[in-house]
Nanobody, 119 residues
Framework: QVQLVESGGGLVQAGGSLRLSCAVSGSFFPINAMAWYRQAPGKEREQVAIIRRGGATNYADSVRGRFTISGDNAGNTVYLQMSSLKVEDTAVYYC?????????????WGQGTQVTVSS
């Protein structure tokens, strides 16, 4: 059973920093990409950042230059370093893993971690 365990959320003042972590275990299939999404109250879930197998990354325009996504050498942990946080970054952040299975792409999600940025 694939498990994604997130940590690192919390309350921070605007301009501060937080680092989110997501550890993946239990997968027999290769990981194609790992990503962070967020969902603010009343809004749709949006992709914040993604790191693909091979290391290529991409960011939402709203966080580019402030957030950095990275992975460990084993390829089963993904991090999101968030700096210069803004009130509008407040949301529940979800870790996402794209597995390549015999049936095709299979997305798995973490339970979500709350990030609250105060003014």
């Amino acid at each position: 059973q694939v498990q994604l365990v997130e940590s690192g959320g919390g309350l921070v003042q605007a301009g501060g920093s937080l680092r989110l972590s997501c550890a993946v275990s239990g997968s027999f299939f290769p990981i194609n990409a790992m990503a962070w999404y967020r969902q603010a109250p009343g809004k749709e879930r949006e992709q914040v950042a993604i790191i693909r197998r091979g290391g290529a990354t991409n960011y939402a325009d709203s966080v580019r230059g402030r957030f950095t996504i990275s992975g460990d050498n084993a390829g089963n942990t993904v991090y999101l370093q968030m700096s210069s946080l803004k009130v509008e970054d407040t949301a529940v952040y979800y870790c996402n893993v794209q597995l390549i299975t015999t049936s095709g792409r299979d997305d798995r999600w973490g339970q979500g971690t709350q990030v609250t940025v105060s003014s």
